[in-house]
């Protein structure tokens, strides 16, 4: 009787199965692994807010409605990272909502699912999901005035005209690198309203945008002013094409109407006759390439490169979108549950990270460093030196008496350590060289031993340093990894006598590692 009912069973039911189960491992088994540094910097706003004096060094950083998710969540339920990653899962799961009923309504009433698996297959929307960051809410946001967008202009209700307004006012509030997706509101509305394919006509959708317009004025005005001083901000160098390229993940695009094909002529499939919108399939494209191309461009015409990974994040629902769209040249209508289960499937198997029973959100684990440095710096004095994980830690925002807790070291409130932290720079500098120095000849060499705490790049540099310094002749630097964080332990020579007792094991663990 029971397996004849699993055979009976609707197919939402299996498909649902099948969600819970990929929405588990790529979104809610990595929750509680270590926060990344942008998502100590959410802690920090959240618990100084955006009027401490010192976030006025990257006064982008707190501009973000974001920040009060998190807030609440950690009134109500606490500090942790689970607490402070639930509101990106929730937005996420809104948003993939909205994604499959934009698919349902625009590519075919049963293509929700198959663009609802898509998305979940692209890497960047589960990260998202489990990320202490805005990124996850824009993309609610930005699906949801496209969702009330289609809406106006197929009825023309005003509800919707003014929840479309609503998000678009929203959506620059969440961050302020998402302006380019307001190029496709705009594109989508005009090709719709020059095809004669809206009900609302120009002067009432003028109104609409207008009205969102008239709510983004302040936002404007601060981005602007931000502009300013973005050189200071910049953390990557301008793209090349060929990362420009790989970033568009057009493959997911290309494997899915690829397979696609090739199972229709394998089966041979006759697809559904009703084609899609022209106007449809240019809000899939604008979705998709807009925010890449715009911030590809403006990487190269202003010198300040913003094409960074996370930041063309708000692209993925396209891609999606326009996979689904291309998939359904080749599919009938009896086929897209059986291909949303075998993108989902399939999305679970890659993105899995089968290696670790617990996947990790980031490669960076500054958990597991903050108690190896606790638990290496045996006594209160130990030296640690910590280079800031900011690029706006620099003379003179930077200096060794920076007062505490300030932004630039946001990660050791979260972490603490044990020992006496000493604060360094994101980079060398005649100053923090200068710096180094009289520490050399000071607290390290007087010291049994001192750390080394922070991101691999600063940890290298400083590494070679001292191993440099003659101060420190004959100490050993023993580095232990923890992803992109390093913790290195300098010490000095073994004396000749512990070393004759300690034989060769004492040797083996001089070298440096």
């Known amino acids: ?57 990257a006064p982008q950083v707190p501009h973000s409605i974001y920040y009060w998710l998190p807030r609440l969540a950690e009134a109500m ?14 937005a996420m799961g809104i948003a993939l909502a909205l994604v499959a009923r934009l698919a349902a309504r625009l590519i075919h009433p049963r293509a929700g699912w198959f663009a609802a698996f898509a998305c979940l297959a692209l890497n960047g929307i589960d990260y998202q999901a489990a990320d202490a960051r805005p990124y996850a809410l824009g993309t609610c946001v930005a699906a ?64 609409v945008f207008g009205l969102a317009g008239l709510a983004l004025a302040p936002v404007l005005m601060d981005s602007l002013a931000l502009f300013r001083e973005a050189k200071a901000h910049v953390i990557v160098k301008p793209p090349t094409l060929h990362e420009f390229e790989h970033a568009l993940r057009w493959n997911v695009v290309a494997i899915c109407a690829g397979d696609a094909w090739i199972l229709s002529r394998l089966f041979r499939w ?107 710096a045996l006594a209160p004095d130990t030296p640690v030196i910590c280079p800031s994980p900011f690029i706006e830690a620099r003379p003179p925002e930077w200096r ?25 720079p994101f980079e060398t500098s005649p100053e923090a060289e200068r710096y180094a120095l009289e520490l050399t000849k000071g607290a390290l060499s007087n010291s049994r031993r001192f750390l080394l705490y922070g991101g691999n790049g600063a940890t290298r540099f400083w590494r070679k340093w001292f191993a440099g310094r003659p101060e420190l002749a004959g100490w050993r630097a023993v580095r232990h990894p923890h992803g992109d964080v390093d913790v290195v332990v300098f010490e000095p020579p073994v004396p000749p006598a512990v070393s004759a007792a300690g034989g060769s094991g004492g040797a083996a663990n001089a070298r440096e590692r």
């Not at 689970?82 to 990106?88: A, C, E, I």
């Not at 932004?407 to 604060?423: C, D, E, S, T």
């Open 270 to 376: 006759k697809p559904d006759k009703a084609p899609i919108s022209p106007t449809s399939v240019a809000l899939f494209l604008g979705w998709w390439l807009c925010q890449p191309v715009c911030l590809f461009a403006f990487s190269w015409l202003t010198g300040n490169s913003v094409f960074v990974r996370r930041y063309i994040f708000l692209m993925l629902p396209g891609v999606a979108l326009t996979a689904t769209a291309l998939v359904a040249r080749f599919v009938p209508a009896a086929r897209w549950n059986r291909l949303a289960a075998l993108v989902g499937a399939g999305g679970l198997l890659v993105l899995g990270q089968w290696g670790q029973f617990w996947p990790a959100h980031e490669n960076s684990d500054w958990r597991g460093a903050a108690r190896e440095v606790s638990a290496l």
């Open 144 to 207: 949801a005035g496209a969702l009330f967008l289609v809406r106006w202009l197929d009825a023309a209700r005003w509800r919707d005209g003014l929840l479309f307004a609503l998000f678009a006012a929203l959506l620059w509030r969440v961050h302020l690198i998402f302006w380019p997706f307001y190029l496709v509101f705009a594109g989508y509305a005009v090709l719709r309203l020059a095809r004669g394919e809206s009900r609302a006509g120009w002067l009432r959708t003028a109104a």
């Open 1 to 57: 009787m029971k397996l004849e009912a699993l055979r009976k069973a609707r197919p939402g039911v299996w498909l649902t199965a099948l969600l819970i189960l990929v929405v588990a491992r790529l979104w809610l088994m990595p929750l509680g692994s270590s926060f990344w540094i942008d998502e100590m910097a959410t802690a920090f706003v959240v618990r100084h807010g955006a009027a401490d004096p010192s976030l006025a060094v």
């Open 77 to 90: 339920l606490g500090f942790s990272e689970v607490v402070y990653r639930l509101p990106s899962v929730l």
């Open 400 to 424: 060794p008496d920076y007062p505490m807790p300030g932004f630039l070291y946001a990660h050791l409130p979260v972490y603490p350590i044990k020992g006496k932290a000493y604060l360094f």
